[in-house]
């Protein structure tokens, strides 16, 4: 199973900023298969980026996804208030079965 | 619009037998690609993912846990069911349903609170 560490453990920054979010993966990520999430107190994880790079429906340009093999990046290119959330990143692995993994988590707090 | 929403217990005693149900809308998992998984999260701590049905009623279950899990689906009623044995204290989480689409989850239900404790 591939093992995703996620860095910093929390990242303290300012609305309008620029935040820079690690995702390193054990292994090399199949096919780029690496998401990521949002998740507010008490909210449900909400997905922003797919594929490592692609967007999601509805999700702001300021999100941006980068990265291949074991090592991807979310960078929210000028913070908002409501940016400041916990974010997963997640892999998707086909052999020798399906399966699911996430990382630890990053927080982003208002500085 | 898609929607999902968890249902179960709040409270198992050790050693039982939980049972959580996903109802949906807004898709069918009678059509071709369609997949629900479930996934956990104890309080304050990261997702985990349990267990995945595909339309053609195919079934992936996290290797950790495949022992104690089963997932299955009503499409007549777009239901799907997760059953986990033997419950013990650390299970105590917030369970979530999703839609499932290969390698994502797209759309995720509010999430159902279970503890587990005598």
């Known amino acids: 199973e591939i093992v995703l560490t996620q860095s910093p453990g929390t990242l303290s920054l300012s609305p309008g900023e620029r935040a820079t979010l690690s995702c390193r993966a054990s292994?090399?990520?199949?096919?780029?298969?690496l998401a990521w999430y949002q998740q507010k107190p008490g909210q449900a994880p909400r997905l922003l980026i797919y594929?490592?790079?692609s967007r999601a429906t509805g999700i702001p340009d300021r999100f941006s996804g980068s990265g291949s093999g074991t090592d991807f990046t979310l960078t929210i290119s000028r913070l908002e208030p409501e940016d400041f959330a916990v974010y997963y990143c997640q892999q998707y692995g086909s052999s020798p079965a399906p399966g699911y993994s996430f990382g630890q988590g990053t927080k982003l707090e208002i500085k | 619009q898609v929607t999902l929403k968890e249902s179960g217990p709040a409270l198992v005693k050790p050693t039982q037998t939980l049972t959580l149900t996903c109802t949906f809308s807004?898709?069918?998992?009678?059509?071709?690609?369609?997949?629900v998984s479930w996934i956990r999260q104890p309080p304050g701590k990261a997702l985990e993912w349990l267990a995945r049905?595909?339309?053609?009623?195919?079934?992936f279950y996290s290797t950790s846990l495949k022992t104690r899990l089963t997932i299955s689906k009503d499409t007549s009623k777009n239901q799907v069911v997760l059953t986990m044995t033997n419950v013990d204290p650390v299970d105590t989480a917030t369970y979530y349903c999703?839609?499932?689409?290969?390698?994502?989850?797209?759309?995720w239900g509010q999430g159902t609170m279970v503890t587990v404790s005598s």
């Open positions: 049905i595909d339309w053609d009623d195919d079934k």
């Open positions: 292994q090399s990520v199949s096919s780029n298969y």
């Open positions: 999703a839609r499932t689409a290969v390698s994502l989850f797209d759309i």
């Open positions: 594929v490592a790079s």
């Open positions: 807004g898709f069918s998992l009678r059509t071709s690609g369609m997949r």
